[in-house]
């Protein structure tokens, strides 16, 4: 009874190998408590029908739409075919057919939207699912213009991991980490699914028959209005479609992006079995590879299809970043059925992958070599050259930006010098790309260019360095690679053709606000021109925006620098540059601490005091332009005047004359000889020519009356030097406790403009001549917002004490310019005496003030403005008593 009531519930009997169905005329078996089996279906119906689900698909009351699944029967039943016999075309139906079985009870799971795992019943959720076709009109963005700045990548790098894994699998996995992945679809370009509906085994036919993605794509088979199905237009829109055909057949650099695909059946290998918690919201992007496309002897593939399959990879990753994912799950794209060579194919990813440097967390390779593998064009399989060329690889973005160069899906199409970037639209296919990618010909062909597109420039390569990646044929063939110009970041060419043949440094990002004129960095950046005024520039004293954005205002390098004689010049050392410190002021002759420094022959005798002093200040160097020390620290020190060289050279006969010597360079002689220790009225050797040759000599005549002065200070006005009392004021002891309470630059600097103001308006009041500049009307007002911006941090308090001594110093400068010392003696004016400090160093019968006793240093007694007398300065007047005898 139980063999009988088996038989009725399986509906069939087996006598040997024959079997027979049973069909009952009574109560019929209920298809939906019932699994798929050998009696029912492998080994009876199954046979009866051809490998194509549109065969079934117009009866969804027939059974094997409501069977329950068993995967371990389906492996069986996959098992059972015979492996030697694989080239049969027994073998290949029967296979088909078991997969068409599992597309069909897909179809079935989808439409009950529910299934049975361990006896739990898993419902389905109804997620939203949008289709968006791409075609070769479809534009992604619009161009824009942003700051260079704003140039930033969503990662700081890309990393690679090839894997041999399933990809949903990966999927799955990648989901549960956080990542937002999708996942690449090799697709048919003419049949949606390829051939998923007669039971084929590749990618894109695994993916339907364990998911529901056959909504999106097959229009034939899905359901009405499962799926949203837009397309993206010319005007970066998305609009509803109409029909299929803005799908199929696929355009040749067109995809279609899927989102809210449900994903609930494992791995065939796992016998297509039920997945517990079934993945939602799955989102991938089909995208054809070429079919049996040309290859070179090389076994790689010839240039219209290379430099077309880098477009596509291109189009694939620039919709992934425009739907905003941080993570591809690619495959070895048309490496399989459709026989594109995989190590060509994984270097064209590779070209692709540093182009999107940074615009994607991780890039996964999910690759699993199958009966497509170990071919003529694959013999070792798909998994190993992807791994070796891809795996492990880390890219980061690159650290220039350059014209006709990318960044993702943006093109470069101008660099302004004020930092802006003009980029191009993003579309699908913008120009046919030019088969010959950088090794074309018709480069400079403005027609040619109108017509089809080129690489774009590599943005590895600057200036500064080489591309790491010369060495690569495909890296070389989808980018440019410029020559570098010889005058880097100063070249002064601007023409067009000059500027695309060779590489150039980027501008400098300061631009006008750049002060750095080091010649380094002149070299390694573009600059704007100059401003001939200088700091002194109206306009950009006045801030014109338009002017500082098309020129610099800095210091200038020196032309001269290290050969500059204009040293002791202030002005000329304010506005520019030199390589070496601040000059002594005695130098070249006058400074006793350089004579000491190098003519003390032990450095161990010389005192830290003259040491500090020579390294902290520059002086001329003693042998000029026959200077042979290479060393940076001398440079950095010394500065070498080019003397014109004596015609005579080493037959001169002038050796003798001091004048001579000190006028021009001569072979073997320093420019500035060493000091003699001996005055030159005192030198034994002083007419010996060869002591001549190397010491020079002071105090070449013996004084018996006023010591010589060279009154340096007559330039000076010192009436004028009343308009910077404001320095007094900083230095005053109570202003001095405000700064050190609030030591603050903005603070302090605020400070000393209200000190000044209040100067410039007590010097008004007096009407003093004394060459300030006459207050403008608004000058009150101005004040008023200094005090604003000085309160707080200052207090009320603060700023009373500010206006009270800045007065009082400034009223005080007044009087004393308006009373000047002496007793009157207008001798004193006519020989100037009236503005000398007078100190009497001897016995003098004359006492007209108050002992005042000076103790002078060395340096002081020596200074060319310092005049030692032995009589009253007013005896050299009209009197003449300096000159009569007693």
Not at 206 to 214: E, H, T, V
Not at 524 to 539: E, Q, T, V, W
Not at 578 to 601: A, D, K, W
Request: charged share 25%.
């Amino acid at each position: 009874m139980n063999c009988y009531d088996n038989c009725l519930s399986v509906g069939a009997l087996r006598f040997g190998n024959i079997m027979m169905q049973i069909v009952p005329h009574t109560l019929a078996a209920d298809p939906d408590k019932t699994e798929i089996n050998a009696e029912n279906w492998y080994e009876t119906e199954m046979f009866n029908i051809k490998p194509d689900i549109k065969t079934m698909i117009t009866n969804p009351q027939h059974p094997i739409f409501r069977y329950k699944w068993n995967a371990q029967i389906w492996i069986e039943q996959m098992n059972k075919l015979d492996v030697k016999d694989r080239q049969s075309k027994k073998y290949d139906l029967n296979r088909h057919l078991l997969r068409v079985t599992v597309m069909l009870n897909t179809i079935g799971v989808v439409r009950k939207k529910k299934y049975v795992v361990d006896g739990e019943e898993i419902i389905l959720k109804s997620e939203p699912m949008k289709t968006i076709g791409y075609n070769h009109q479809s534009k992604l963005l619009y161009g824009k213009t942003i700051a260079q700045t704003d140039m930033k990548t969503p990662y700081p790098s890309t990393n690679i991991i090839v894997i041999n894994e399933d990809c949903l699998v990966l999927y799955e996995k990648l989901v549960s980490e956080g990542y937002r992945p999708l996942l690449l679809n090799m697709a048919n370009a003419t049949n949606p699914g390829g051939g998923y509906r007669k039971g084929d085994g590749a990618q894109e036919e695994n993916l339907f028959r364990r998911s529901d993605y056959y909504q999106s794509l097959d229009a034939d088979v899905a359901d009405k209005d499962r799926s949203e199905r837009l397309y993206c237009t010319t005007k970066c829109e998305l609009k509803q479609s109409t029909t299929f055909d803005e799908y199929y057949p696929m355009k040749e650099f067109g995809a279609i992006y899927t989102s809210g695909i449900t994903v609930f059946r494992q791995t065939e290998a796992n016998g297509y079995a039920f997945m517990k918690n079934p993945l939602y919201n799955v989102c991938a992007i089909a995208m054809a590879a070429y079919r049996d496309p040309e290859l070179t002897k090389e076994k790689m593939l010839e240039k219209k299809f290379a430099i077309n399959t880098h477009k596509k990879i291109e189009n694939i990753f620039a919709i992934a970043h425009h739907h905003k994912h941080d993570c591809l799950v690619l495959s070895a794209f048309g490496c399989g059925a459709f026989k594109n060579p995989p190590e060509h194919v994984a270097l064209l990813f590779k070209s692709v992958i540093y182009q999107y440097a940074g615009y994607f967390k991780t890039i996964y390779f999910a690759i699993v070599d199958d009966h497509n593998t170990g071919n003529r064009i694959n013999p070792d399989g798909n998994f190993l050259p992807f791994k070796t060329i891809l795996d492990g690889l880390n890219v980061h973005p690159p650290t220039t930006i350059r014209v006709n160069g990318v960044s993702g899906p943006n093109r470069i199409l101008n660099k302004t010098s004020d930092g802006k970037l003009n980029l191009s639209d993003v579309c699908i296919l913008y120009l046919q790309p030019c088969q010959y990618g950088s090794k074309c010909h018709d480069l400079k062909n403005p027609q040619h260019n109108n017509n089809y597109l080129h690489p774009p420039i590599c943005s590895y390569q600057d200036a500064t360095s080489s591309c790491e990646q010369m060495n690569d044929e495909v890296h070389m063939f989808t980018f440019l690679h410029n020559i570098k110009c010889q005058y880097d970041g100063q070249c002064n060419d601007n023409d067009p053709k000059h500027l695309s043949e060779y590489d150039h440094p980027n501008y400098c990002i300061d631009g006008g606000n750049c002060q750095n004129v080091h010649q380094q960095h002149l070299f390694a950046y573009r600059h704007l021109p100059l401003c001939s005024d200088g700091f002194n520039c109206s306009k950009y004293l006045k801030r014109d925006n338009d002017h500082c954005k098309e020129f610099r205002h800095c210091k200038s390098m020196c032309p001269y620098d290290n050969c500059c004689i204009q040293f002791h010049d202030k002005q000329h050392f304010e506005t520019t540059i030199h390589s070496f410190r601040l000059p002594c002021p005695f130098t070249p002759y006058n400074c006793s601490m350089y004579v000491e420094f190098i003519q003390t022959g032990n450095t161990n005798k010389i005192s830290s005091e003259v040491e500090n002093h020579c390294y902290k200040y520059s002086h001329v160097c003693p042998f000029g332009r026959q200077c042979k020390t290479k060393d940076e620290r001398h440079f950095e020190t010394s500065i070498h005047i080019a003397r014109k060289i004596c015609s005579d050279i080493d037959k001169c006969l002038q050796l003798t004359d001091e004048e001579h010597l000190e006028s021009f360079s001569h072979p073997g002689i320093r420019d500035i000889r060493l000091f003699c220790r001996e005055p030159g009225f005192k030198c034994p050797d002083r007419l010996k020519n060869e002591h001549l040759k190397k010491y020079r000599h002071g105090k070449n005549h013996n004084h018996l009356s006023a010591v010589q002065s060279t009154n340096l200070n007559a330039s000076i006005n010192f009436v004028h030097n009343q308009s910077y009392v404001a320095k007094a004021v900083r230095q005053h002891s109570r202003i001095r406790l405000i700064f050190l309470k609030h030591n603050i630059p903005a603070v302090k600097d605020n400070a000393f403009r209200l000190i000044t103001a209040l100067v410039e308006a007590e010097f008004a009041k007096k009407k003093t001549s004394d060459g300030t500049t006459p207050l403008v009307d608004d000058h009150d007002y101005a004040m008023k917002l200094i005090e604003k911006k000085l309160i707080p941090p200052l207090t009320d308090h603060d700023i009373s004490i500010i206006h009270q001594w800045a007065k009082k110093i400034a009223q005080e400068s007044i009087k004393l310019h308006e009373n000047p010392m002496g007793i009157g003696y207008i001798v004193d004016r006519s020989l100037g005496t009236d503005k000398h400090v007078f100190s009497i160093l001897g016995p003098h019968l004359g006492h007209y003030y108050g002992d005042i006793i000076i103790v002078f240093k060395k340096e002081i007694m020596f200074h060319p403005d310092a005049n030692f007398s032995i009589q009253a300065g007013t005896s050299f007047g009209p009197s003449g008593n300096a000159y009569k005898r007693s």
